[in-house]
């Protein structure tokens, strides 16, 4: 039977062979199994056979998560487990074990990250620093404005039609995930935007309009793409001269934030988000703890 590092210099082999690895890829694998080994040494001991691959116990891979954990990442740690996972299945294929200690292992949840959202303040810096003169400023005014007041998510926005907007009734028809239809508020200041960009299409699209109805468009006349949007959006954070990292999404969180802040029930933003679950609304909320303190010191009859 091989021991480790010899079935780990053979996998390393058919990486490259038969995967076409990256070299980056390769030495992070390598790196992994070693690792583990030097971990079934100290745990077992140099002289009990713990480094020959039939050797290796499900206790002892639980044993390696739980101590990585106590100084990685668990983004870290899920993908170590998933190097061990790829080895042992190699090590199946290869007739080197009958049994894989690794498969049924899960990886550890992962930490939900935070949204990056904005304050009040950076969204009005930002929604202040677009406005201008020609067509793709006038286009880009109404695109973040209606983001923002809207809270979309980027996929909405450019699958938005002209059809889809009441501007009589505020509102707007939004088609989610799964294809699934809500109405939401739009602010006046969005619809007034959304006026003079239609006002200026034509000087956006000289060629004419291709992806006719819908709203925002690309000088082809074709709807916008979201890497678009993004793009668009990084130049406007940079003019803002804002610090913080801003994606499509994150003008989404600040909008729910926002809303949360100033007193807006949960279950009705969940309804503006098109979230199916109130625990993914939840998640999309930042509540600084002056404000709780806030709420609780003016609503909470004894908190005085």
């Known amino acids: ?6 079935a780990v210099q053979e996998f390393e082999r058919s990486l490259v062979a038969e995967r076409n690895a990256s070299p980056h890829t390769v030495r992070a694998y390598v790196a992994d199994l070693r690792q583990f080994a030097t971990f079934l040494r100290e745990r077992k001991g140099t002289n009990s056979g713990a480094t020959r691959v039939d050797a290796v116990e499900r206790d002892d891979v639980r044993a390696f998560l739980a101590h990585l954990l106590a100084g990685h990442r668990k983004t870290s740690v899920a993908r170590k487990l998933s190097s061990l996972k790829t080895f042992f299945r190699f090590a199946r294929q290869r007739r080197w074990l009958e ?12 930490e939900q990250q935070l949204p990056n959202h904005l304050t009040v303040d950076d969204v009005f810096r930002l929604l202040d620093a677009v406005p201008g003169d020609g067509p793709v400023r006038v286009r880009d005014a109404a695109m973040f404005e209606v983001l923002y007041s809207c ?11 002209w059809e889809d907007i009441d501007g009589a009734l505020e509102l707007v028809r939004v088609r989610g995930k799964g294809n699934k239809e809500r109405i939401v508020p739009i602010g006046r200041k969005a619809l007034a935007a959304l006026e003079r960009h239609r006002a200026q299409i034509g000087q956006l699209c000289r060629r004419g309009v291709r992806d006719v109805g819908a709203v925002f468009l690309n000088r082809s006349g074709r709807r916008l793409t979201t890497r678009s949007v993004a793009r668009r959006l990084e130049y406007y954070v940079r003019a803002a001269g804002l610090a913080t990292k801003v994606s499509p999404h994150a003008v989404r969180h600040s909008f729910a934030t926002h809303l949360l802040n100033a007193g807006a029930d949960l279950r009705a933003i969940q309804e503006l988000l098109g979230h199916a679950s109130l625990s993914t609304t939840q998640r999309y909320t930042h509540l600084n703890l002056d404000h709780l303190m806030r709420v609780y010191d003016k609503s909470h009859p004894r908190a005085g």
């Open 1 to 6: 039977m091989l021991d480790w590092e010899e």
């Open 99 to 110: 049994h894989d200690p690794v498969s049924v292992v899960q990886a550890p949840r992962k």
């Open 151 to 161: 809270g979309l998510r980027v996929s909405e926005l450019v699958g938005l039609n």
